[in-house]
């Protein structure tokens, strides 16, 4: 069963950097492109973009260029998010999602919470 | 870039019949998820493919998708089925996209 674990809740002051990851598991890694899904208090769910697990090339949405990178370690089954400089306005719950298996509901990951506060 | 239009709120009495749109130039071709967020908690799937229901959502839920409208339907509303309901879907590159969320009532 497809199972993604993503590390636990962080924070950190404005103007430094954050590294989430999202582990995945029960089915092979490199089939499913992995998304990186936003939800700020308050507000609904946002998509950042995605990664190819196959290739390893990133794209973002419009609104998550610059300051928000998407990596992979294939060894680990593992995706990563990296927020540089942070804000107060990026304080979210952030999700990792799998794309979908044809016939079977997409799996996703518990969530990040991220808190920037001084 | 792409959209999925929602009603900002849908309001029914318990065991009445709630119907949530959403409106989107792709959904001819792409499948609608359909997702449930309660007060404080993560969202939960609870239709994917059109109109296919995860094996722990009550039959009361069912979706379906015609034309440029998706529908999530639950039959006989519960209190307990307030939530946030959001549509999610991609267009015919790799972007994807939610709704901006229908806040349901039952009352």
């Known amino acids: 069963q497809a199972q993604l674990v993503q590390s636990g809740s962080e924070l950190k002051k404005p103007g430094a950097s954050v590294k989430i990851s999202c582990k995945a598991s029960g089915y092979n890694f490199t089939m499913y492109s992995l998304n990186w899904v936003r939800q700020a208090p308050g507000q609904g769910l946002e998509w950042m973009g995605w990664i190819n697990t196959n290739t390893g090339n990133p794209a973002y949405d419009q609104a998550f260029t610059g300051r928000f990178v998407f990596s992979l370690d294939t060894s680990v089954s593992t995706t990563y998010l990296q927020i540089s400089d942070l804000r107060a306005e990026d304080t979210a719950v952030y999700y990792c999602?799998?794309?979908?298996?044809?016939?079977?509901?997409?799996?996703w990951g518990q969530g990040t919470l991220v808190t920037v506060s001084s | 870039s792409y959209e999925l239009t929602q009603p900002p709120s849908v309001s029914v009495s318990p065991g009445q019949t709630a119907r949530i749109t959403c409106s989107g130039a792709?959904?001819?071709?792409?499948?609608a998820y359909w997702f449930q967020q309660k007060s404080g908690q993560a969202p939960v799937l609870v239709i994917y493919e059109d109109n296919k229901r995860p094996t722990k959502i009550p039959e009361r839920y069912s979706g379906s998708s015609s034309g440029t409208m998706a529908t999530l339907t639950i039959s006989g509303a519960q209190v307990e089925d307030e939530a946030d309901y959001y549509c999610?879907?991609?267009?015919?590159?790799?972007?994807?996209?939610f709704g901006r969320g229908t806040k349901l009532t039952v009352l």
């Open positions: 999602t799998r794309d979908p298996e044809s016939g079977s509901p997409p799996p």
């Open positions: 999610y879907s991609r267009d015919d590159t790799p972007i994807q996209v």
């Open positions: 792709a959904l001819p071709t792409k499948y």
